[in-house]
Each structure stands twice: as structure tokens, then as C-alpha cells.
């Protein structure tokens, strides 16, 4: 486990305590930035968990990695310089 994803299960825990506690009162303000904090821990965990499985593919097969990334970069700069046109 990373600091992010520790980060972002603990984000999503903090917004999670009050609703579970029944301590939110009905102000739509305090609602909402515990709303916000729990999906900006979701979120640290998804970026924590592509960077897991991008670490994985490069250490299984970095040369198919690298082909992709070529592949992708050589399309998005075709793609950049017919728009320049």
C-alpha cells in the first residue's frame, strides 16, 4: 500500500464517520464537503490502483509497454499536426 492509497482510504473513512454517526446535521454545506472529501479519497484510490497495475504491466512486459506508448504518442502527433493544418 502507498501513501496515496492510505491517504485515500482514510479521506474516504474521515468523510464516511459523520454519516455513520448520524452527527451530520441537516446543513447542506457540511454535507456536501463531506460528499467531496469522500470522493477525493475514491479517487486517490483509483490513481493508487492504475498506478499498481501500470507498475505491473511494465515489470511483466516493458518492450509491449513501450510499443504502446510509442503507438499512442505517434497517433496523438499525427492527429495534433492534421489539426494544425
Known amino acids: 500500500m502507498t501513501s496515496t492509497d492510505g491517504q485515500g482510504i482514510a479521506n474516504e473513512v474521515a468523510a464516511q ?11 447542506p454545506a457540511s454535507q ?6 469522500q470522493l477525493c479519497g ?3 484510490q483509483l490513481f493508487a490502483d492504475a498506478v499498481a497495475v501500470t507498475r505491473d ?7 509491449r509497454v513501450l510499443g504502446v506508448t510509442a503507438a499512442i504518442s505517434f497517433a496523438l ?3 495534433w499536426g492534421w489539426r494544425r493544418d
Open 17 to 27: 464517520a459523520p454519516e455513520k454517526a448520524g452527527a451530520v446535521p441537516g446543513d
Open 77 to 79: 502527433g499525427a492527429l
Open 32 to 37: 456536501l464537503a463531506s460528499k467531496a472529501t
Open 57 to 63: 504491466a511494465i515489470t511483466e512486459s516493458p518492450l
Open 42 to 44: 475514491e479517487s486517490q
